[in-house]
């Protein structure tokens, strides 16, 4: 064998070895994560994700710090959130020199490459760390820093992927642009929501409907810069466009991570062996009955991806928000939904691939069933040439027979259950992304208020509630993070 293919097929060897620990460990990651986020048990989730990123082997390092990082921002970390996550940024950077690493595509799949919308999202995560802490300077500037980086990230993927899923997101432009108008840069908001207009009529994975407060937004943004015909024809196709008049007053937003994203997990799908073979095959025929009475098989499984849903109880929730100093000021909002990752997650997997899978699948029977008869015609080599040996004794030659037999079922047995193994499917995800985002907006005088977050179902019947408090401050957005999840 040629040296350097000497060498690919050791260093493949090696990375299949590797990548096989690696996945066990993920496997063991999450059997040992997702209950802790079932139960809603954030810091212990966090304990757990810790120890395990310490010492994360390098395929799955994406994975290990976008589930710290974002489990970090849930626990009220925001520090160590937004390091973790500047990680995942570094890790997803090259991606592009990862892919082109190995060339086999059965390798790969090894290496978490990590999806564009998880870097969206990462951006989304990190301006919100830096708005929530006063501890990091210049908090207002850097998470406008997070708001050009996911502007350029959406401008490389409609360059180098056109026919792409997730090309864009709606939400992601309209949230970066109360970003830019909180740091003060209006025209950088006033695109931004511009854009989120866009995005929304041609880029709208979720397909959510566009907030009334965006298009409030920038119809005020317009309207501050004496874009008066942009803003009429915003109010054409948006008639309840208004001004917002802000001077004394400042914002409320309240960002809610509502219920668990789904779950994936491997869907068995059973064929009988002729409908498979004559569906995804389609040669080789001559081995479909010699594989069926060899392997006593008439159905043939194969294993594909699926998200298994949580059931969640709260759809939507409003607020009460009432003055600390006056009980008789009260003001009330709803909330209103603006991203699904469920639906993001579902639509990034797709259709599942049963002319590859079911093909590889039969393929490994057809296999099998020829180092079977290599087994068999090996076996019968080496029977003759015992029995024909005449410098053997009687004795020897039963022995030899007998451990010949015993060596030949083993190997056959071992190449049945190779066939016969299910295929592997990938089930790593962002396990730690809720199943949406809610958010209600309220415009406040400034000062401080008592706030009761009541969720609901269906129904619009409460079936939890929340107090809060905030202090509101003149001409600036505040940002107020919560969570909810009822199982059943």
């Known amino acids: 064998m040629h040296f350097q293919k000497v060498k690919y097929f050791i260093l493949s060897l090696m990375f299949i070895s590797l990548t096989s620990c690696a996945t066990t460990k993920v496997n063991e990651f999450y059997s040992k994560l997702a209950p802790l986020i079932e139960q809603r048990d954030i810091s212990g989730a966090v304990s757990c994700a810790a120890d395990f990123y310490k010492n994360c082997d390098k395929y799955n390092k994406l994975l290990y710090s976008l589930e710290l990082g974002l489990l970090y921002h849930l626990n009220g970390d925001y520090k160590k959130s937004n390091e973790i996550f500047e990680n995942a940024k570094y890790i997803y950077s090259m991606k592009d020199y990862t892919s082109t690493f190995f060339n086999d595509d059965t390798l790969l799949p090894s290496y978490y490459l990590g999806e564009d919308f998880e870097m969206a999202y990462t951006n989304f995560f990190c301006s919100l760390n830096y708005l929530k802490t006063r501890k990091l300077k210049g908090r207002k500037n850097e998470a406008a820093v997070e708001a050009r980086q996911a502007n350029n990230l959406f401008n490389k993927i409609k360059i180098d992927k056109s026919n792409k899923l997730y090309q864009d997101d709606p939400f992601v432009r309209y949230f970066m642009g109360l970003v830019y108008q909180n740091a003060g840069f209006l025209n950088d908001a006033m695109v931004s929501y511009k854009l989120a207009l866009t995005a929304y009529a041609n880029y709208n994975v979720c397909n959510m409907p566009v907030p009334k407060d965006l298009v409030n937004n920038l119809y005020t943004l317009y309207c501050h810069y004496g874009l008066t015909e942009d803003a009429k024809n915003l109010r054409k196709t948006y008639t309840y466009a208004k001004q917002l008049y802000t001077d004394d007053n400042g914002t409320l ?236």
Do not use: C
């Not at 709803?334 to 990034?348: C, M, R």
């Not at 015992?386 to 004794?393: A, F, G, H, Q, T």
């Not at 027979?401 to 962002?430: C, F, G, H």
């Not at 129904?459 to 509101?472: D, H, Q, S, Y």
């Open 253 to 488: 937003l309240i960002l809610n991570y509502n219920g668990l994203a789904p779950k994936k997990v491997a869907e068995v799908v059973t064929l009988s062996l002729d409908l498979a073979w004559d569906k995804y095959y389609r040669i080789n025929n001559a081995y479909r009955n010699e594989v069926e009475k060899e392997f006593h098989i008439h159905e043939v499984s194969a294993a594909f991806p699926v998200y298994q849903r949580y059931y969640n109880g709260i759809k939507s929730f409003n607020i009460e928000v009432t003055d600390e100093q006056d009980s008789t000021k009260k003001y009330t909002s709803q909330s209103y939904p603006v991203t699904d990752f469920e639906t993001i997650l579902e639509k990034h997997l797709g259709e599942p691939n049963y002319k590859t899978v079911f093909y590889s699948r039969i393929h490994k029977y057809v296999l099998s069933l020829k180092e079977i008869d290599r087994i068999r015609e090996n076996y019968e080599q080496k029977k003759h040439d015992i029995l024909n040996d005449k410098d053997l004794s009687e004795n020897n030659k039963k022995k030899l027979l007998k451990n010949l037999d015993k060596r030949t079922v083993s190997d056959i047995q071992s190449a049945k259950d190779t066939a016969n193994t299910l295929n592997k499917v990938d089930l790593r995800s962002w396990e730690s992304l809720p199943q949406e985002i809610n958010m209600a907006t309220l415009s406040l005088p400034k000062g401080k208020y008592n706030i009761i977050i009541k969720y609901m179902d269906n129904n619009g019947k409460i079936v939890e509630t929340k107090k809060l408090k905030i202090k509101i401050r003149k001409n600036r957005n505040s940002f107020l993070l919560t969570n909810s999840f009822k199982g059943s």
